[in-house]
């Protein structure tokens, strides 16, 4: 008997406008991530130091962590097409001030990185709201599961793209190329992007903000996905800070790479199960938790932790994949942007928490206790999820869309 079944990837590929809309999402993001070592650069040069490149991405995260959200709202309203292409360019404006600003006036850096961080076309939030219109069933389990590798794939292969264009070209130049490949890209993504969802006034007005999150099952699951990247971030400081104790930064490189190459097995092969009994996104993220757990044991020597990381990326992509999947079945249909838009929010203050507490616990505790505190925050992440209702096999779906919220999500 098959222990995997790939009829789930060739009928994605089969249904029209899964490919363009996966493509040019993941080709909309790529400038966003790269653009991060060319800046960093940018500032390091300017004010001769990276103390500064920090507090010029310092403003940029908290530029996105506002504009995320609102935009996500405008989106569900306005429909995705206006907000993508008009935030598309605003950041690409944005980009291109602050790669042509003269470096005497390097003080205006945080400003204008705090604009463009603010206009960040809301990519990630739109697509994961379209997958539930555009796919149902097995189908649907699948392309959220691809959906979370492309995104570990992003963050292997941009800052490496970012480096290049800085090594062979310079910082100026790398953003400069950032700026013009979001305005290519997020123009394509938005004219795919279909009409916003009419809100039903029959079932009551439009969810507020604070109705959205404080609920029983979307609350949990956005603060298990901040607990879930506080601790992904912590471990990519980590593993730059054990790169650093063997002499050879290289190794950082290497092992996050194989930790992608993990977490893009794992999403490709869930995708590919036959999914056939009750799915806890729980379990998921106890296994996270063990895979972190691990890597404690095999800080020895880089190949072992090599070793440890490829086995525990193989369920991070499956973890994050099913989060993505629950949380849109348990929202309405006309404010499924604006979750997403929060769920983003809730990684970026995460991840930040994440660099700076790793930091801290590297020099005085010792490399090892960061995946400690990872396999610690991503069993936090298991528990808060104990109470979210399963994934359910259903053998003939039918269009989400024509299928009611469940009451409870409401």
Same mark, same amino acid.
């Given at each position: 008997?098959?222990?995997?079944?790939?009829?789930?990837?060739? &009928?994605?590929?089969?249904?029209?406008? +899964?490919? $363009? =809309? *996966?493509? %040019?999402?993941?080709?909309?993001?790529? !400038? @966003? #991530?790269?653009?991060?070592?060319?800046?960093a650069f940018l500032a390091?040069?300017?004010?001769?130091?990276?103390?500064?490149?920090?507090?010029?991405?310092?403003?940029?995260?908290?530029?996105?962590?506002?504009?995320?959200?609102?935009?996500?709202?405008?989106?569900?309203?306005?429909?995705?097409?206006?907000?993508?292409?008009?935030?598309?360019? &605003?950041?690409?404006?944005?980009?291109? +001030?602050? $790669? =042509? *600003?003269? %470096?005497?006036?390097?003080?205006?850096? !945080? @400003? #204008?990185?705090?604009?463009?961080?603010?206009?960040?076309?809301?990519?990630?939030?739109?697509?994961?709201?379209?997958?539930?219109?555009?796919?149902?069933?097995?189908r649907l389990r699948a392309?959220?599961?691809?959906?979370?590798?492309?995104?570990?794939?992003?963050?292997?292969?941009?800052?490496?793209?970012?480096?290049?264009?800085?090594?062979? &070209?310079?910082?100026?130049?790398?953003?400069?190329? $950032?700026?013009?490949?979001?305005?290519?890209?997020?123009?394509?993504?938005?004219?795919?992007?279909?009409?916003?969802?009419?809100?039903?006034?029959?079932?009551?007005?439009?969810?507020?903000?604070?109705?959205?999150?404080?609920?029983?099952?979307?609350?949990?699951?956005?603060?298990?996905?901040?607990?879930?990247?506080?601790?992904?971030?912590?471990?990519?400081?980590?593993?730059?800070?054990?790169?650093?104790?063997?002499?050879?930064?290289?190794?950082?490189?290497?092992?996050?790479?194989?930790?992608?190459?993990?977490?893009?097995?794992?999403?490709?092969?869930?995708?590919?199960?036959?999914?056939?009994?009750?799915?806890?996104?729980?379990?998921?993220?106890?296994?996270?938790?063990?895979?972190?757990?691990?890597?404690?044991?095999?800080?020895?020597?880089?190949?072992?932790?090599?070793?440890?990381?490829?086995?525990?990326?193989?369920?991070?992509?499956?973890?994050?994949?099913?989060?993505?999947?629950?949380?849109?079945?348990?929202?309405?249909?006309?404010?499924?942007?604006?979750?997403?838009?929060?769920?983003?929010?809730?990684?970026?203050?995460?991840?930040?928490?994440?660099?700076?507490?790793?930091?801290?616990?590297?020099?005085?505790?010792?490399?090892?206790?960061?995946?400690?505190?990872?396999?610690?925050?991503?069993?936090?992440?298991?528990?808060?999820?104990?109470?979210?209702?399963?994934?359910?096999?259903?053998?003939?779906?039918?269009?989400?869309?024509?299928?009611?919220?469940?009451?409870?999500?409401?």
């Amino acid at each position: 008997m098959w222990l995997m079944d790939l009829s789930a990837y060739r &009928a994605l590929w089969q249904t029209r406008g +899964v490919f $363009a =809309l *996966l493509t %040019s999402a993941v080709l909309a993001r790529i !400038p @966003v #991530i790269a653009s991060m070592v060319p800046v960093a650069f940018l500032a390091k040069d300017a004010a001769g130091n990276f103390g500064w490149a920090g507090v010029v991405a310092g403003a940029y995260s908290v530029g996105m962590a506002v504009g995320g959200p609102l935009w996500s709202r405008l989106a569900d309203r306005r429909g995705g097409k206006r907000v993508l292409i008009a935030t598309g360019m &605003a950041w690409s404006v944005a980009m291109a +001030v602050l $790669a =042509l *600003l003269p %470096s005497d006036q390097y003080r205006l850096m !945080p @400003v #204008i990185s705090g604009l463009a961080g603010a206009f960040v076309s809301p990519v990630t939030a739109i697509l994961r709201a379209s997958w539930p219109r555009v796919v149902q069933g097995s189908r649907l389990r699948a392309v959220y599961a691809l959906d979370a590798t492309a995104q570990e794939v992003l963050f292997a292969i941009g800052p490496m793209l970012g480096a290049l264009v800085v090594s062979f &070209a310079s910082p100026r130049a790398g953003v400069l190329g $950032a700026a013009v490949g979001a305005a290519i890209t997020v123009w394509w993504f938005g004219l795919l992007q279909s009409p916003a969802v009419p809100h039903d006034e029959s079932r009551g007005a439009r969810l507020t903000a604070p109705q959205l999150l404080w609920h029983r099952y979307r609350f949990p699951m956005i603060l298990s996905f901040a607990f879930c990247v506080t601790a992904f971030a912590s471990v990519s400081l980590g593993i730059v800070a054990f790169a650093d104790a063997h002499g050879n930064r290289l190794i950082a490189g290497v092992l996050e790479t194989v930790w992608a190459i993990g977490s893009l097995a794992g999403g490709v092969l869930v995708g590919a199960l036959p999914g056939r009994r009750r799915s806890y996104v729980w379990r998921r993220a106890v296994l996270v938790s063990a895979g972190m757990l691990l890597c404690v044991f095999a800080t020895s020597s880089p190949v072992s932790l090599g070793i440890a990381l490829l086995l525990s990326g193989l369920a991070l992509a499956p973890t994050v994949g099913a989060l993505y999947e629950r949380l849109g079945a348990m929202t309405p249909s006309s404010v499924k942007t604006e979750v997403f838009g929060w769920m983003g929010s809730a990684g970026m203050a995460g991840g930040a928490v994440g660099s700076a507490v790793a930091g801290l616990v590297v020099e005085a505790f010792g490399v090892r206790y960061v995946w400690v505190m990872a396999a610690l925050l991503t069993l936090a992440a298991a528990v808060s999820l104990l109470h979210i209702p399963p994934h359910l096999p259903v053998d003939e779906p039918e269009s989400l869309d024509l299928q009611p919220v469940p009451q409870e999500a409401l």
